[in-house]
């Protein structure tokens, strides 16, 4: 849901739903997508106590895991799409200042969590389950930004007894539904993206191995001309100093493995996610920016009137980014009370 600009310039160009005007090269040789070698990232602050884990699930695949803090009440945090790598320090403050431990996660395909190729977004609660076993909490509350939004209302939805509320921040709403234009609104290196998703697997395949080859080693002074087709002036205003760090590092994290945890992201967006989403009980905040560019506002909107349980904050001015700074605080807070 984050990719490099690869747009040639041009005058006005029509295009069918699903079209992309995006222009790709050659995808890369296959075997190199698969074999990276994992670089010695810096990341541009200082960790503390953040500690990259993993546990080994009962058939055996490996998961891999960020935390940090000493709370007794368990947060789990999903990321974006790619958007792997340590939580923000922005993020990790304002959840260990509500007690919270903060888990991240990391989804299979990214990190060296194992490959799950066709997983669904249903099928993140039994990794979710699994963590909090792990990590000895019966009971838990959950997060999502973007891409880990629908994985957060996932939680919610079918681990019910355990996951007592959650949180989805910019988050995708489903793909083919009637009331919903999913690509409306997107700037155009996601409607490339999402286009290339829905033609085929060897449409979405070259497009990410084109995207990866340009973002795989980019630098915080890039990273805005990298997204700017993604970015309102909002969010091109939210990454200046740590944050372009972080989400430069971040970024790098998330590919130093290939493109296989963001294609499968991408896939399962495009289909059912697997469960109701109206029968969800536990109260699930929605909030979402009007300048969004990379999830639209009508997504929030979506959201907010049909997940059951849904608490809507949809914010007028923010956008991806830059919401963050005004929902980290309250929304943590509102969900240390549900516990």
């Known amino acids: 849901?984050?990719?490099?600009?690869?747009?040639?310039?041009?005058?006005?160009?029509?295009?069918?739903?699903?079209?992309?005007?995006?222009?790709?090269?050659?995808?890369?040789?296959?075997?190199?997508?698969?074999?990276?070698?994992?670089?010695?990232?810096?990341?541009?602050?200082?960790?503390?106590?953040?500690?990259?884990?993993?546990?080994?699930?009962?058939?055996?695949?490996?998961?891999?895991?960020?935390?940090?803090?000493?709370?007794?009440?368990?947060?789990?945090?999903?990321?974006?799409?790619p958007a792997a790598g340590p939580p923000s320090a922005d993020m990790v403050e304002a959840a260990t200042s509500n007690g919270f431990v903060l888990a991240e996660l990391v989804r299979p395909g990214y990190g060296q969590s194992t490959r799950q190729p066709g997983r669904t977004v249903a099928d993140i609660a039994p990794l979710v389950a699994s963590l909090a076993d792990h990590l000895g909490h019966d009971r838990f509350v959950t997060m999502g930004w973007s891409g880990g939004g629908p994985h957060a209302i996932a939680t919610a939805a079918l681990l019910p007894e355990r996951c007592l509320a959650a949180k989805s921040l910019a988050g995708v709403a489903p793909y083919g539904e009637p009331d919903l234009d999913f690509m409306a609104g997107m700037g155009e290196d996601n409607i490339c993206e999402f286009g290339a998703a829905l033609q085929g697997a060897a449409q979405l395949e070259a497009f990410l191995t084109e995207a990866h080859a340009q973002m795989r080693d980019v630098t915080a002074d890039q990273v805005v001309e990298a997204m700017i087709s993604l970015l309102p002036p909002v969010d091109q205003g939210y990454l200046s100093g740590k944050e372009a760090e972080e989400m430069a590092a971040e970024l790098r994290w998330s590919l130093a493995h290939g493109i296989w945890g963001w294609f499968d992201d991408d896939v399962a967006f495009t289909l059912p996610w697997g469960f109701d989403l109206a029968a969800v009980t536990r109260p699930v905040q929605i909030w979402q920016g009007s300048e969004d560019l990379m999830v639209p506002f009508a997504h929030g909107q979506w959201l907010a009137g049909n997940v059951g349980g849904a608490q809507p904050y949809l914010v007028n001015g923010h956008g991806h980014l830059s919401l963050a700074a005004t929902c980290f605080g309250p929304g943590f807070a509102a969900l240390r009370e549900a516990l």
Do not use: K
Request: charged share 15%; hydrophobic share 40%; glycine share 10%.
């Open 1 to 81: 849901m984050t990719a490099m600009s690869t747009r040639q310039e041009s005058g006005s160009v029509s295009r069918r739903p699903g079209q992309c005007v995006c222009a790709l090269r050659p995808p890369l040789i296959a075997a190199l997508v698969h074999t990276l070698s994992v670089p010695a990232l810096v990341w541009p602050r200082d960790l503390g106590g953040t500690v990259l884990d993993h546990l080994t699930l009962a058939n055996g695949d490996r998961l891999d895991f960020f935390i940090e803090g000493e709370g007794d009440a368990l947060l789990i945090y999903h990321h974006g799409t």
